[in-house]
């Protein structure tokens, strides 16, 4: 798809002044202050975080009544129940709580919705189970923060609810002893992108010092809250939440404890998804994350917990191989929904001068949609959600959204046709009934016909910095890994270097092109992954990632080419 190539509009003087105060090459200091980082204190934040410079998570409104109902249930052995959602996010941010809190002496359990079965959230059939356990304190986690009818429940059912959430909450707050969310209306937490798991680790740094204050820790047992940073990095880099501030440091911190391996579950994760050395956030994202996500998506994601509590090896190699086997059979069912999804919408006539693509199907895995939307806004750059219809009428979708698109706020002007509905900007969840579906495709539509143009209908491809070819080198590529860990809100840099010529070209791999680029008396290796069909000839432009290419034992620079237009001198 053709996209507009946006070159950011930084000042001069302050990236003359960054590449001064932290010794940054030009190009490194204009990267920064297009992403914010414009001072000196910022930057030297932004290259070395640390842990030290968290924000108080008492700033987080609810939080200390979170904190006192926890000491509470401990002295009196209350049972605790950690009510998790079905993602990574959640997986990690009940792993996360259940594990702490055993340590610190808490008799606490844990309880995951099964997709199918429970839906999304706390629902209060499973929420009189927990009880009828013996539950007396339930603790959510990336999720709860529109369960008002839920909270009621509990309180009436004699049980207490400590919310913990991320999601936008809407006009009322659950009633429950405790919401904590950055999100919410007078929190005063300063930084607001956290995901679930963040915030649930917030409560386990307020919940340590309390105790530590009070003196409930014995010489050598207080907890090293650095060793639950893996899972915060997991839960944070798979929630897809910037990696910034707050969010950069546990990313920074906790790519180097999954690297460690201390974790048994981990390892055995690490194992059969190939994962060998160093660990990234596309390894996160693409290899150890899918296969956390893959069981609750194909069933439940119960064993997703496991694996991250337990300390068997035998176990845990077992359970890895399970969810290792439940990948690869989503991915086999999301190449199928997809083939049938890209037909419907080429071949229903409406694209592409449709604003928006919704589609339904009765042979469609509920689990499994969601990603399958995100494919079809890559391709075809229109929010779009996905329908799986059930065999009683009623029908479950999944909703990807684009910049300039407020998803939830469309599905909210489309409300009178769903049964429910949640999320955020670009990504939401919907419950309709079939019949109501024709409606609500022609009132979706409607708002984004009332909000996307043309502009807005074509993806943007962000430059950081325009280049020239003496400017880019080995250096170069070392001074940028200093910006790692790349991901969403700190991508990798793209450049752009203007007026080059191909010397050589061939087709590699599975239409791959091999490159030979020669600019300004200079010569460059480039690969342009599935780009064969595109075209080479005269003067061009490139944007591109430069990298380093091993290969046996030899380093060399590498441009990976983004994409290619015809020269605009």
């Known amino acids: 798809m053709q996209k507009k190539w946006v070159i950011k509009n930084t000042d001069l003087a302050k990236v003359a002044e960054l590449s001064r105060d932290l010794a940054l090459c030009s190009i490194t200091a204009q990267i920064l202050v297009g992403r914010g980082v414009n001072t000196r204190e910022s930057g030297q934040q932004f290259l070395a975080p640390s842990l030290s410079s968290m924000p108080d998570p008492l700033l987080l409104k609810g939080m200390e009544a979170a904190v006192e109902r926890l000491l509470v249930a401990r002295k009196n052995n209350e049972k605790i129940c950690i009510y998790g959602d079905y993602d990574v ?106 995901a679930g798991v963040g915030v649930a ?22 907890p090293d809250l650095r060793e639950w940073l893996d899972l915060v990095a997991l839960g944070t880099i798979a929630d897809v939440v910037p990696l910034v501030g707050q969010n950069r440091v546990y990313a920074c911190f906790g790519l180097k404890q999954l690297e460690n391996g201390h974790r048994t579950g981990i390892g055995a994760l690490k194992k059969v998804a190939g994962v060998t050395d160093s660990v990234t956030c596309g390894q996160v994202g693409f290899r150890l994350a899918p296969r956390l996500n893959a069981a609750g998506r194909m069933e439940s994601a119960v064993p997703g917990v496991d694996l991250l509590l337990s300390n068997s090896r035998e176990e845990c190699a077992g359970i890895a191989e399970e969810l290792d086997a439940a990948n690869a059979e989503r991915q086999a069912v999301e190449k199928g929904i997809l083939e049938q999804a890209i037909a419907l919408v080429e071949g229903g006539g409406a694209y592409p001068a449709c604003r928006s693509i919704v589609l339904a199907s009765r042979e469609w895995h509920q689990g499994v949609i969601g990603i399958v939307a995100s494919r079809l806004v890559e391709r075809y750059h229109r929010p779009t959600i996905l329908l799986a219809i059930d065999d009683h009428g009623s029908a479950k979708g999944s909703g990807r959204s684009i910049p300039g698109f407020h998803l939830l706020e469309a599905l909210n002007s489309c409300a009178d046709h769903l049964d429910r509905f949640g999320g ?133 620079l590498q441009l990976r080419i983004k994409a290619i237009r015809k020269a605009e001198m």
């Open 89 to 194: 996010d959640g997986i990690t941010g009940t792993s996360l709580l259940v594990s702490f809190l055993r340590q610190v002496g808490m008799n606490c359990t844990y309880f995951i919705p099964n997709r199918f079965d429970d839906g999304y959230g706390l629902n209060e059939e499973a929420l009189q189970h927990i009880i009828d356990a013996g539950a007396a304190l339930i603790m959510s986690v990336d999720c709860g923060i529109t369960a008002v009818k839920e909270a009621v429940f509990c309180r009436q059912a004699g049980a207490d609810l400590i919310i913990l959430d991320h999601h936008t909450p809407r006009e009322q707050i659950p009633d429950a002893i405790a919401v904590v969310n950055p999100l919410q209306p007078g929190c005063a937490y300063p930084f607001k992108m956290l």
């Open 201 to 222: 680790f917030n409560l386990l740094v307020a919940l340590r010092s309390r105790m530590r204050q009070e003196g409930l820790f014995r010489a050598g047992d207080e």
């Open 424 to 556: 955020h900007r670009y990504a939401a969840g919907v419950g309709i009934k079939a019949e109501n579906i024709a409606d609500f495709v022609s009132e979706f539509e409607a708002a984004a016909n009332l909000i996307l143009g043309n502009t807005e209908l074509l993806p943007i491809l962000d430059i950081d910095a325009d280049v020239s070819a003496d400017e880019v080198d080995l250096a170069l590529v070392h001074e940028l890994r200093r910006l790692e860990p790349f991901g969403a809100g700190n991508p990798e840099p793209t450049l752009m270097m203007r007026g080059i010529t191909v010397v050589e070209r061939r087709i590699v791999g599975d239409g791959h092109l091999k490159l030979r680029l020669s600019a300004a008396g200079l010569t460059f290796n480039a690969i342009a992954f599935r780009q064969a069909d595109c075209s080479t000839d005269g003067m061009l432009d490139i944007a591109f990632i430069p990298e380093c290419n091993v290969w046996k034992n030899s380093i060399t």
